[in-house]
């Protein structure tokens, strides 16, 4: 099993910057791939970015050039930068972690563990 606690999440204007915590617990997680997935009100969970346990990363088009993702090892903790902020990045951001050396998929079902969230709220 993998614990996953999200932190970093809140309130901020329209091109401000927040930073998105993810700490594992259970698992190393440079062996496995770590995706952010974000989920607005009525609306289906979506793909952020992802990293994969050898470092490969993608990231979706509408947070490319502003989002980063990163890994500390150490602290067993994955990141995700934000910045230049926008109305529509509102939404609860979920970590998520897949398989033993897997790859870093843009897909839900390519996650075996989640977190419970932490909301992130952008306005005018």
């Known amino acids: 099993q993998v614990q996953l606690v999200e932190s970093g999440g809140g309130l901020v204007q329209t091109g401000g910057s927040l930073r998105l915590s993810c700490a594992a617990s259970g698992r190393t997680i440079s062996e496995v791939a770590v995706g952010w997935f974000r989920q607005a009100p009525g609306k289906e969970r979506k793909f952020v970015a992802a990293?994969?346990?050898?470092?490969?990363?993608r990231y979706a088009d509408p947070v490319m050039g502003r989002f980063t993702i990163s890994r500390d090892n150490a602290r067993n903790t994955v990141y995700l930068q934000m910045n230049s902020l926008k109305l529509e990045d509102t939404a609860v951001y979920y970590c998520?972690?897949?398989?033993?050396?897997?790859?870093?998929?843009?897909?839900?079902?390519?996650?075996?563990?989640w977190g419970r969230g932490t909301q992130v709220t952008v306005s005018s």
């Open positions: 990293i994969s346990w050898s470092n490969n990363i």
């Open positions: 998520s972690a897949g398989r033993i050396w897997g790859a870093a998929s843009d897909e839900v079902a390519s996650y075996d563990f």
